[in-house]
């Protein structure tokens, strides 16, 4: 069984800075992508960040130079510093991560933290 929880969401004004984390816990051999996906109201989930494990990292345009993702193998954790928050980046945001157990390899999600910017 494996779990990822997610913490760190809230309120911030526009321009304010959050960070986010995600742990993944239970009987895993070894964490390979770790994912922060985001949907809002009204529309379709979608990727924010990535990062493999040996930290190459990927981001969404919308995010680029505002957003920063990170992980701590050792602890199956990844986290995203969201700096220069916007309205519109108001939404759930999710963890996803590609778990290797040691019976097999699987994706799972978190349950979503609300990230909520006011303008």
């Known amino acids: 069984q494996v779990q990822l929880v997610e913490s760190g969401g809230g309120l911030v004004q526009a321009g304010g800075s959050l960070r986010l984390s995600c742990a993944a816990s239970?009987?895993?051999?070894?964490?390979?992508?770790m994912d922060w996906y985001r949907q809002a109201p009204g529309k379709q989930r979608e990727l924010v960040a990535s990062?493999?494990?040996?930290?190459?990292?990927n981001y969404a345009d919308s995010v680029k130079g505002r957003f920063t993702i990170s992980r701590d193998n050792a602890k199956n954790t990844v986290y995203l510093r969201m700096n220069s928050l916007k309205p519109e980046d108001t939404a759930v945001y999710y963890c996803?991560?590609?778990?290797?157990?040691?019976?097999?390899?699987?994706?799972?999600w978190g349950q979503g933290t609300q990230v909520t910017v006011s303008s």
């Open positions: 996803n991560a590609e778990v290797n157990t040691y019976i097999r390899q699987a994706r799972y």
């Open positions: 239970g009987s895993i051999f070894s964490v390979n992508d």
């Open positions: 990062i493999t494990k040996g930290g190459v990292t």
